[in-house]
């Protein structure tokens, strides 16, 4: 336990994934979970502005971005991933790096707006790194984070840690981030969830919040950037 390194795991967990991934993630942004993210990120960022898309996987989100009239630049920990949202993208501008969310490699205010959908989680400090998405987006820039909901299948990759074992999934639940980022000077300007098949017949319009968060599968946040 004592020589695990979190950046060397996540690391090699994604390379390891990026096919599987890769296979599933098209379906995702277009018919599944993922879907109504760019509609939504469209009511409230510009177009033409500049992204970051945060974790940005095999780059099938930075595609719907630059489709949609974003200049975008995606980072993630997976050399795999961060070639395939290469290759996916190579009939637009997008750039992609390899890198660290929590050091990110970017001056300040570089960005209009970032996007972040179930990477957070997948960081060893989410405060550091939230306050690096802060650093690098322009006061009253925008970020659209998206956040694994307590239904949401991928929270098995964190049980072991019962058992003592160290994991790189940091479980955090919709309404700890919600408080996180409004601790750090973050204002949140709107949200929706997405849900499984057995809550779609739950009447979640009469519900609260806090109860419409305990049933998501994920919650996706808008923030605006307000520390000046």
Known sequence: MGNFNWAEESSRLWDEKSNF?????????ENGSRKEIIPFFQKFVDEQAMVCD??????????KLAQSGYAVTGVDFSEEMVHKATLLNSENNSKFIKGD?????????????????????????????LKEIQRIVNPGGKACIGILGPTAAPRVNSYRRLYGEQ???????????????????????????????????????????????????MWVFMLENIKE
Not at 54 to 63: E, F
Request: charged residues 20%; aromatic residues 12%; hydrophobic residues 35%.
């Open 21 to 29: 991934w890769n296979s599933r993630s098209q379906e995702m942004w």
């Open 54 to 63: 945060l974790g940005c996987g095999d780059g099938y989100g930075s595609l």
């Open 167 to 217: 994991v790189v999934c940091n479980t955090m639940m919709p309404w700890e981030f919600e408080q996180l980022a409004t601790e750090n000077h973050w204002r949140k300007i709107s949200e929706f969830g997405v849900y499984k098949r057995e809550s779609e017949q739950l009447p979640t319009g009469s519900l609260s919040s806090s109860i419409r968060q305990a049933i998501s599968f």
């Open 101 to 129: 969310m929590a050091e990110l490699p970017f001056s300040e205010n570089q960005f209009d707006a970032a996007m972040a959908i179930n990477s957070l989680e997948w960081t060893e400090h989410p405060l550091k790194v």
